[in-house]
């Protein structure tokens, strides 16, 4: 079986602050690991990715995440937060090779001007 | 190329009523997959099609059900709808449906409010 846990339903950072976004993963087998990010009144849209190779992804919007195996954690960064960065904020992870896709619950990102 | 779209965007209905949802994917993708979004459950999965197949199944009741056609076109109903089931449904699409990852490309969303 597979879980994700996001820490903290609700994130503050000052703009031009670092984001830290925390996800850890529970799976028996090598898992895919993503991030999503949801606007409001939107569908989700993909950060980045990790499945094989390097362990950390660069994403989209100056986003990166980097995969520890031994920390089982995927945890989300970004050096300097913009308001436009404020959004929810969904890791996830499939793991068996299946398109069954399991998200944490989410983490919303205030970004305080 | 046009990106996933669902139809309608937004829907009221009253307990006991069933409903259906339209998700048209990608064009040349195979594999819809749909989800539930609520502030308590958050995402869950409910089922994903490919080639007119359920693939996969979530863990919800059998008033959810859903089909997809040759054309890909995906729709979910829910019959005797309750309250709980007011949410936001997502309906995602991929190219294929390989053993292993394969994105999944989400569209807006059915807003279905349960009165």
């Known amino acids: 079986a597979q879980s994700v846990t996001q820490l903290g339903s609700h994130v503050s950072v000052s703009e031009g602050a670092l984001v830290l976004l925390r996800c850890n993963y529970s799976s028996s087998v090598p898992p895919y690991l993503f991030w999503y990010v949801q606007y409001p009144n939107q569908g989700l849209q993909l950060l980045l990715k990790y499945t094989t190779g390097a362990t950390l992804v660069k994403g989209i919007n100056g986003f990166e995440a980097e995969f520890k195996k031994s920390e089982t954690s995927f945890h989300l960064t970004k050096p300097s937060a913009h308001m436009s960065d404020a959004a929810e904020y969904f890791c996830?992870?499939?793991?068996?090779?299946?398109?069954?896709?399991?998200f944490g619950t989410g983490t919303k990102l205030q970004v305080i001007p | 190329k046009a990106g996933v779209t669902q139809t309608p965007r937004y829907l009221i209905k009253t307990r006991g009523q069933q409903v259906t949802l339209s998700c048209s994917p990608i064009?040349?993708?195979?594999?819809v997959s749909w989800y539930q979004q609520t502030p308590g459950q958050g995402l869950q999965f409910l089922f994903e099609?490919?080639?007119?197949?359920?693939?996969n199944k979530g863990n919800f009741p059998g008033r959810f059900s859903g089909r997809q056609f040759s054309n890909s076109r995906s729709e979910m109903n829910v019959s005797t709808l309750e309250l709980g089931d007011s949410a936001l449904y997502l309906c995602?699409?991929?190219?294929?449906?390989?053993?292993?990852?394969?994105?999944?490309?989400f569209g807006p969303g059915t807003r279905l409010t349960v009165l």
């Open positions: 064009s040349g993708h195979r594999s």
């Open positions: 996830a992870v499939i793991a068996g090779g299946y398109q069954k896709v399991t």
């Open positions: 099609y490919f080639s007119e197949t359920q693939r």
């Open positions: 995602a699409s991929s190219p294929t449906r390989d053993r292993g990852y394969n994105e999944q490309f």
